[in-house]
């Protein structure tokens, strides 16, 4: 008999802003305890956030409590992240790297993927790529309970199995149906500048983007950068 992988019974959220408050929503609506900081002090945001169906904290509260922290803030903010807190933490990255941030070569080298440079900084977290390829409107509007048809699809990139199947249950849950990319590497496949990246489509379409990312312009450019091959055996453009 198969076992149901753990569900997360309360979900933090790093970032008020559009894609924080559209995943507040469907987690509240799914039954999770949803917790949500932005910057600073939580009482500004507290008001909008409970109409949600969540409550609004710290980020220390957030990060001590929750069962997963998801970023949904922009990348470039990474490094203000209390990485010490997140020690033993399931880190669920949303966030993607827009040039107009401003250049930045650590968020544009195609030898890592934005998530693996996540779990650099935070050393000691488990960082699962999961709930930003797909814009946040789409996210609002497409969430259809298991078996819909029609329902579209979420990839998760990440390095442990358990914390796949965790965060895969989450993506379940929230209204759509889980795809796994593969290592944290793979990330580099859901970012933009992929097919996949924006993508609102069922998840036979979406393996098939990923599986045509090797082929595809920006995954040359990523195996010649990562000498040949993309992540692991067997993945390069020519396998």
């Known amino acids: 008999m198969d076992v149901a992988p753990p569900r997360i019974a309360t979900l933090g959220i790093l970032g008020a802003g559009r894609l924080g408050r559209v995943l507040a929503r469907l987690g509240a609506s799914a039954g999770y305890r949803v917790m949500v900081a932005a910057s600073g002090d939580p009482v500004p945001i507290a008001r909008a956030v409970a109409a949600l169906g969540a409550t609004a904290s ?3 509260s957030v ?10 803030l922009p990348l470039h903010r990474y490094r203000m992240l209390p990485a010490e807190q997140f020690r033993g933490t399931l880190v669920i990255d949303a966030m993607n790297y827009w040039w107009g941030d401003g250049v930045r070569d650590d968020l544009s080298d195609p030898r890592t993927s934005t998530s693996e440079t996540v779990q ?3 050393a000691g977290s488990r960082v699962v790529k999961a709930l930003g390829h797909m ?3 789409d996210l609002e509007d497409e969430a259809r309970a298991a078996g819909a048809p029609g329902r579209k ?17 989450l993506v379940d849950d929230l209204g759509f149906d889980p795809v796994v990319a593969g290592p944290l590497a793979a990330g580099i496949m859901l970012e933009p500048g992929a097919e996949a990246f924006d993508a609102d489509v069922e ?7 990923l599986e ?6 920006r995954g040359i450019v990523v195996a ?7 992540w692991g055996k067997g993945s390069g453009p020519d396998d």
């Open 58 to 60: 710290t980020t220390a």
């Open 224 to 230: 010649r950068a990562r000498g040949g091959r993309l």
């Open 135 to 137: 814009g946040y409107q």
């Open 120 to 122: 650099r900084f935070l």
């Open 63 to 72: 990060i001590a409590e929750a069962d997963a922290v998801v970023l949904a």
């Open 212 to 217: 045509r990312f090797p082929r595809s312009q």
């Open 153 to 169: 699809a979420i990839a998760v990139a990440g390095d442990d199995p358990d914390d796949l199947d965790v965060v895969c249950r």
């Open 203 to 209: 998840a036979a379409e979406l393996r098939a983007m």
